[in-house]
């Protein structure tokens, strides 16, 4: 179809049905570190930046334990040796929260979400007698929001959080040490009769055995120390447990009423050091499947500075969408557009890749729905200018869904799906828009903004319907899924 007829079609049939409930656009930036954990900048500064690129909302995702530990069997607590990043958990999440506040009064420019960047489960392969260890998945993370009660959030089913208390044999091994303090006590303690020759005489010596009976004690005591109170991780790093860990995760905060996004599941972070005669080597895998092998979490990381996947057509991300349309899932997921902001290094910009919620009102709490409910896009612009849906909605009979809906109809109702991409200036960008059907590419145009089309067919059971839009690099909108008919 040439683009003119397209354009005329479009707008003929927009004049002719009901406008969908109008929602603002509110630019985010999602997943953003200060300096309260690994980030370069001061909130107040990452304010700034983010008003100066008119930017409206940042989602931070401040580390919340970042803290990789190892231990010979069989005392672990005793031979534990560890490396930790800064966190909130430590200092404690009361002054994260209080510092996001405090940003809050002093400003209302740029609406604050706090968040935390959560490891759930990492684990060990390798042996120190082998010289070289293996740490996997310390970059397997969840991105968790929506949970402000600092008691609630302190409390993070994650890998080395124990708060909860649990007891297993490698509790009593790590226990078994301290009591090298009762012998030692005994030495120091009890005199010994020692025989010592002086001259021709022999005499009898009562001694201490202060060196020995204080190693033991010093020992014990320091095995106590460091195993107190000898909880064990649900879920150990010496162990694969799979997704379980995550999906544990993902259920609590859901309880909580929060959201969770899965970080970066197509990125890749590998590194090496060197230990004197020890190497250790940290990697973790890109982990697209996760995505599938996981349920009732909120988004993904779909859009971000590197080339994604798991969005094309009849990747993963559809798979999992067909799924719900088909009833096989309780929710769907959403692609929010994932930034990882720590800083301007490498020529880093805060809004590069942003999420742009659609909400009734500028709120917090309104950013938070969207982004449960899937009121979103994920872009990726240039300094200069960005993409702008229009319109994206799917008409029928008078009843109008938009991004996240889900339009209940019967099978041979006449379907309309409404699609308006422009630029942001006014300047005309070329783009190639892909609408994509259960998975499959159902139709695809190439033109220019202001771009309009329609694609119209009957309903024909459970559908999803999404659009991917393409201009020049680095130039990417991801809408959010509609859904039609089914269960």
Known sequence: MKAAAVVAL????????????????????????????????????????????????????????????????????????AAEAPGVLGPGVERYLARVEEIRRRQSRVLLLPGVEVVPHYRWTGSPLGVDLTVHD??????????????????????????????????????????????????????????????????????????????LVGLGVLALVRGWPFTIDRYPPWEDFGTEPHQALIDHVEHLGGAVVWSFPEAVDNGQRNLGPLRVTWQTQPYPDDLLRTARYTA????????????????????????????????????????????????????????????????????????????????????????????????????????????????????EVRIGVEANPGLPLPVRVTLVRNGAVVEAWAGQTPFRAVHREQADGPTVFRVDVRSTAPHRLLTSPIFVGGP
């Open 10 to 81: 479009a707008l003929s049939a927009l004049a002719a049905a009901p406008a969908a409930s109008a929602l603002e656009r509110l630019p985010a930036v999602l997943h953003v570190h200060s300096d309260l954990t690994t980030g370069d900048l001061a909130l107040e500064e990452l304010v700034r930046a983010a008003e100066g690129q008119g930017i409206q909302a940042l989602l931070l995702s401040e580390n919340y334990l970042l803290r990789i530990e190892y231990g010979l069997l069989p005392f672990r607590a005793l031979t534990r040796v």
């Open 138 to 215: 310390s970059q397997r993370n969840l991105l968790v929001f929506g949970v402000t009660d600092p008691a609630l959030l302190s409390r993070l089913p994650v890998i080395g959080n124990r708060d909860e208390p649990i007891y297993t044999w490698q509790s009593a091994l790590d226990a078994l040490p301290g009591l090298l303090v009762l012998p030692g006590l005994v030495l120091v303690l009890r005199r010994r009769r020692h025989r010592r020759r002086i001259g021709g005489a022999v005499v009898v010596v009562r001694r201490r055995a202060w060196f020995t009976g204080g190693l």
């Open 300 to 415: 993904f990381g779909g859009l971000y500075e590197q080339p994604v996947h798991v969005v094309d057509p009849g990747g993963v991300w559809d798979r999992l969408l067909v799924q719900y349309a088909a009833g096989e899932r309780s929710r769907p997921a959403w692609a929010v557009g994932e930034s990882g902001f720590h800083g301007f290094t490498a020529g880093k910009r805060v809004g590069s890749v942003q999420t742009i919620f659609l909400v009734q009102e500028r709120s917090e709490a309104a950013v938070l729905a969207a982004l449960r409910r899937g009121r979103l896009y994920a872009l990726q612009r240039a300094p200069d200018a960005e993409l702008v849906l229009a319109d994206y909605s799917v008409v029928a009979g008078g009843a109008v869904a938009q991004s996240g809906d889900r339009l209940p109809v019967a099978a041979g109702t006449p379907l």
